[in-house]
C-alpha cells in the first residue's frame, strides 16, 4: 500500500479556504485517493474520494495532478467547526484488500 | 438505521482480564473493520471482515486478540490478558461501497 506524508499541522482563520497536501509518490495504478475527517472523540467521517483529476462534493473538493504523486483536498470558508484532524488514504477501492490504512494525519486548527 | 453503533462506550477493567466488544455495522454493509487509535495517533488497523470471512488480520495483532463477524452480521472483538497497553478507543467500521462509516468507538481502560 502506498504511504501517505501529510504535514503534522495547519492554521488558519475563519472564513478563509484551507488546502492540505498530501504525498503520495508510490501510488499504484490502481489506487484511489479517500480523505477522512476526525473530531476528538468520535470516529472518522469520509470527507470525499477521487482517482484523478478534480472531484466536487457539497463539503470540498479534491484535486489530484496527472501524476497522482500527490492530492490537495480544498476546504472553502472554513468555520470553527472544520477544527479536526484531516486524514489522507490511499488504497484499491473495491479489492480484495481494500483495508484503509490511516497516517498520522493533519490537524487542522481554525481560529475566528 | 442509525448507522455504526458499538458496545460499549466506555470499559474498564483490571490488567489480566479478558473484554469483548461488539459492533453492529448498518445492515446492508458486507465489510466490517476494526480499528484501534490511541491519542495522537491515526487509526491503527486490526482486522477486516467481507461478510463473515475474515480477510485480513495485522501482524499487529497479537494471540491474544481475536474477533468474529458470525453470520456476516455483528462482529466482536475480543482481548484475552489484557496489557495497560491495550488501552486505546477500539473503533469499529462498515462499508458497502468506497465510503466506510464508523462508530463512536469503545474506550478501554486497563488499569
Known amino acids: 500500500l502506498a504511504k501517505t506524508t501529510q504535514p503534522i499541522s495547519m492554521d488558519s482563520y475563519e472564513g478563509q479556504e484551507v488546502n492540505i497536501t498530501c504525498s503520495h509518490n508510490n501510488i499504484a495504478t490502481n489506487d484511489y485517493i479517500t480523505w477522512y475527517q476526525q473530531f476528538p472523540s468520535q470516529g472518522p467521517r469520509f470527507i470525499i474520494q477521487g482517482y484523478k483529476t478534480k472531484v466536487t462534493n457539497e463539503v470540498a473538493s479534491l484535486f489530484i495532478p496527472a501524476d497522482r504523486k500527490s492530492s490537495t483536498l480544498s476546504l472553502p470558508r472554513v468555520s470553527l467547526s472544520d477544527t479536526a484532524v484531516y486524514y489522507c488514504?490511499?488504497?484499491?477501492?473495491?479489492?480484495?484488500?481494500?483495508?484503509?490504512?490511516f497516517g498520522t494525519g493533519t490537524l487542522l486548527a481554525v481560529q475566528p | 438505521d442509525t448507522g455504526v453503533s458499538q458496545n460499549p462506550r466506555h470499559k474498564i477493567t483490571k490488567r489480566g482480564q479478558n473484554v469483548t466488544f461488539r459492533c453492529d455495522p448498518i445492515s446492508e454493509h458486507n465489510r466490517l473493520y476494526w480499528y484501534r487509535q490511541t491519542l495522537g495517533q491515526g487509526p491503527e488497523f486490526l482486522t477486516y471482515f467481507q461478510n463473515e470471512a475474515q480477510l485480513e488480520k495485522s501482524r499487529l495483532l497479537s494471540d491474544r486478540f481475536s474477533a468474529e463477524r458470525p453470520k456476516g452480521s455483528f462482529s466482536t472483538l475480543e482481548i484475552q490478558r489484557t496489557e495497560q497497553g491495550d488501552s486505546a478507543m477500539y473503533l469499529c467500521a462498515s462499508s458497502w461501497t468506497a465510503e466506510a462509516f464508523f462508530g463512536q468507538g469503545t474506550r478501554l481502560t486497563v488499569v
Open positions: 488514504l490511499v488504497g484499491v477501492y473495491g479489492g480484495a484488500t481494500n483495508k484503509l490504512i
